[in-house]
């Protein structure tokens, strides 16, 4: 018998950063306002609901950052020792131009007045708080179907200047959202010998820290 905790399981173990599976055709609108509901659904610190979501569809704008987003993976590849190197020319980063549009998750940390109710001791409680969004919006986009890369060879600047975003809004975000033929079993980074997942038991400490050789690796 299924329990009804297990569909979130599997949207969960589904989910994928999804790069080279885009169709580009185009996501329907009522599915479109599902997954930016459920963003904007998320928690945030005194329910100051710091973010925006700015949808990118226009072709000459996503090549624009298309080609910037180029030039920083070229940056760094170019400081990568000769091994690591071969393994990231393998890695596709970026489906700025073949998904269905783009997703600019922004995040404003005047939202909610100078009095932030959470916001006291930890000042970036509100950038968490964005991030709560984006991960909401990723689990529904699994959920319905599409697919979701989240790009991040980019200068704030370079985006905030693209968009037209205001000097005190931080874009955190360009979410590459669209259809796509199928979603990878294993992820790409795993796939293409970047970096394994840590066991679930190298992440669990009791009580107190304790320390591990593979922490720095």
């Known amino acids: 018998m299924n329990h009804p905790t297990d569909s979130l399981y599997d949207v969960i173990e589904r989910r994928r950063d999804v790069r080279a599976e885009f169709t580009g055709s185009p996501v329907p609108d009522d599915v479109l306002q599902r997954v930016l509901g459920a963003a904007h659904r998320a928690p945030s610190v ?8 700015v949808l990118v569809r226009d072709p000459e704008t996503r090549a624009s950052f298309r080609d910037h987003v180029r030039t920083e993976r070229a940056s ?3 400081s990568l020792p000769p091994e690591r190197r ?6 596709k980063v970026e489906g700025i131009c073949e ?9 404003s940390q005047t939202r909610g007045g100078p009095h932030v109710l959470g916001r006291h001791a930890i000042a ?6 964005t991030v709560l969004a984006i991960q909401n919006l ?9 697919g979701l890369g989240w790009v991040s060879f980019y200068r704030e600047d370079v985006l ?6 205001p000097a005190d809004v931080r874009p955190v975000a360009w979410l590459c959202l669209g259809t796509v033929s199928h979603l990878e079993t294993v992820p790409d980074l795993e796939r293409h010998g970047w970096r394994a997942r840590r066991p679930l038991a190298d992440a669990i400490h009791e009580d107190t820290w304790q320390a591990r ?4 690796a």
């Open 99 to 107: 998904s269905s549009l783009g997703v600019v998750v922004t995040h």
């Open 160 to 165: 905030r200047q693209l968009l037209g975003i």
């Open 213 to 216: 050789e593979q922490d720095h």
């Open 46 to 53: 005194g329910m100051s609901q710091p973010w925006d979501f």
């Open 86 to 91: 071969a393994s990231f020319d393998r890695i």
């Open 76 to 78: 760094f590849a170019a």
């Open 124 to 129: 970036d409680a509100g950038l968490y708080s």
């Open 138 to 146: 990723w689990l529904a986009a699994t959920a319905e179907g599409l």
